[in-house]
C-alpha cells in the first residue's frame, strides 16, 4: 500500500516562502506523475502544480500560483517537493500531493497546513 506524507507547512507572513515535501512509501515517483493539491476551508480541492514523470519532465501550474510557485521531484528519495515564494493571504489552505492527472483515493494522506497570515 502506498503511503504519501506531506511536510513542511507552517504559519507565515505574507509575502514568505515555505518549502513542502512529500515522500512516498515506496517508489512510484519513476511511472507517474505527480500534483500537488490544495483546499482552502469551505472550498473543493483543487490542483496547484504537476510534474510529470520520466528523465526530462515537464510542469504545470494553476494561474494564481504561475511564477510563485515551483514543484520538483527526486525519484531517488521518492519524494516531491512545492517551492511556494512570495505567499499570499489565499494560499492558505491545507496541501495535499497525489498523482495526477488522476488522484487516487487511496493515496490521500494528512496533508499539510499552511497559513499565510501577518
Known amino acids: 500500500q502506498v503511503q504519501l506524507v506531506e511536510s513542511g507547512g507552517g504559519l507565515v507572513q505574507p509575502g514568505g516562502s515555505l518549502r513542502l515535501s512529500c515522500a512516498a512509501s515506496?517508489?512510484?515517483?519513476?511511472?507517474?506523475?505527480m500534483g500537488w493539491y490544495r483546499q482552502a476551508p469551505g472550498k473543493q480541492r483543487e490542483l496547484v502544480a504537476a510534474?510529470?514523470?520520466?528523465?526530462?519532465?515537464?510542469?504545470n501550474y494553476e494561474d494564481s500560483v504561475k511564477g510563485r510557485f515551483t514543484i520538483s521531484r527526486d525519484n531517488a528519495k521518492n519524494t516531491v517537493y512545492l517551492q511556494m515564494n512570495s505567499l499570499k493571504p489565499e494560499d492558505t489552505a491545507v496541501y495535499y500531493c497525489?498523482?495526477?492527472?488522476?488522484?487516487?483515493?487511496?493515496?490521500w494522506g494528512q496533508g499539510t497546513q499552511v497559513t499565510v497570515s501577518s
Open positions: 497525489n498523482t495526477y492527472p488522476r488522484a487516487v483515493d487511496n493515496y
Open positions: 515506496r517508489s512510484i515517483f519513476s511511472s507517474y506523475a
Open positions: 510534474i510529470t514523470s520520466g528523465y526530462i519532465t515537464t510542469t
